[in-house]
């Protein structure tokens, strides 16, 4: 079977990792943390915070688009963080 056609299980909620990229004093990232707790406090779903003024790497990947939230490591969201679309991507 082509791998195209090939269903891969579906993760479940507690089995992703959401990551919040941003800074201190961003109004954006404090409005997409809050999402971002609602949504994963309420789905189980473990998250964490990353500041792109710790991490250079980070920073030159980022820094026009924070707040950016990915989710296992693949870019979801930036600037604004819509709670329905965050939750369907986790399958919630």
Known sequence: MSP???RTPRKKPTERT???IGKPDCHL???AE???EE???ELGTPWEKKDITQ???LYRAYWEQ???VLIDGEQHDFWRVNPQRLRAALGG
């Open 4 to 6: 195209l056609l090939r």
């Open 18 to 20: 959401v990551t919040l």
């Open 29 to 31: 990232c404090e409005n």
């Open 34 to 36: 809050a999402v971002v």
């Open 39 to 41: 949504v994963c406090g």
């Open 55 to 57: 991490d250079e790497e």
């Open 66 to 68: 924070i707040p950016v």
